[in-house]
């Protein structure tokens, strides 16, 4: 069972950061794209934020400019760099690891963004 684990989360005042974490078994960075989901409220996941194993990153239009996603395979870690929170990034963030048809998630991490 492959387990992957993200840290990072709390809560923060709009126009704040936070860098979530993820990590897992060595096995899976190395082959598998990583990506960043969020879920809020009444709401359906959506995805942040992808790379793949070269490093080539994709971001939904509402993030952009605003999150970095980036990967350390020498530490098996996936980051997500989210400067200039806003309210509306409120969710449940959850790391995915996927290739092919083998997907793997996390527990998930709760960001709240609040004044």
């Known amino acids: 069972q492959v387990q992957l684990v993200e840290s990072g989360g709390g809560l923060v005042q709009p126009g704040g950061s936070l860098r979530l974490s993820c990590t897992g078994p060595?096995?899976?960075?190395?082959?598998?794209?990583m990506g960043w989901y969020r879920q809020a409220p009444g709401k359906q996941r959506e995805l942040v934020a992808t790379?793949?194993?070269?490093?080539?990153?994709n971001y939904t239009d509402s993030v952009k400019g605003r999150f970095t996603i980036s990967r350390d395979n020498a530490k098996n870690t996936v980051y997500l760099q989210m400067n200039s929170l806003k309210p509306e990034d409120t969710a449940v963030y959850s790391c995915?690891?996927?290739?092919?048809?083998?997907?793997?998630w996390g527990q998930g991490t709760q960001v709240t963004v609040s004044s």
């Open positions: 790379i793949t194993t070269g490093g080539s990153t």
């Open positions: 995915n690891a996927a290739r092919g048809r083998f997907v793997y």
């Open positions: 060595g096995s899976i960075f190395r082959l598998y794209a």
